[in-house]
Nanobody
Framework: QVQLVESGGGLVQPGGSLRLSCRVC????????MAWYRQAPGKQREVVAN???????KYADSVKGRFAISRDNAKNTVDLQMIGLTPEDTGVYSC????????????????WGLGTQVTVSS
């Protein structure tokens, strides 16, 4: 019914930048909170940043001042601009939507994309 599709990952050198994008596909009326998570090798998945429908943002302490989350409610997209990347930022980045309301009067809870790999290495 709904699908989250991420793009923009890749290999970047330390200090470099990347922009991740996530598009929510389907008959979408509105989406509550959207977030980016990441999972580094051998570690648990952690929330990187989230943004509410009213554009209130929150960030993990480790990325404050370097990452910026944004969304376009009309296009059902959420982006993550990342600068000053370090090897510790390496991982699979996944997009999440906590509640998606569709035009079919269905609410879909806790939807995830497949993830996109970000590798920071020289």
């Amino acid at each position: 019914q709904v699908q989250l599709v991420e793009s923009g990952g890749g290999l970047v050198q330390p200090g470099g930048s990347l922009r991740l994008s996530c598009r929510v596909c389907g008959s979408i009326f509105s989406i509550n909170v959207m977030a980016w998570y990441r999972q580094a090798p051998g570690k648990q998945r952690e929330v990187v940043a989230n943004i509410s429908h009213s554009l209130t943002t929150k960030y993990a302490d480790s990325v404050k001042g370097r990452f910026a989350i944004s969304r376009d409610n009309a296009k059902n997209t959420v982006d993550l601009q990342m600068i000053g990347l370090t090897p510790e930022d390496t991982g699979v980045y996944s997009c999440n939507a906590d509640r998606i309301h569709t035009y079919d009067y269905v609410t879909v809870y806790d939807s995830w994309g497949l993830g996109t790999q970000v590798t920071v290495s020289s």
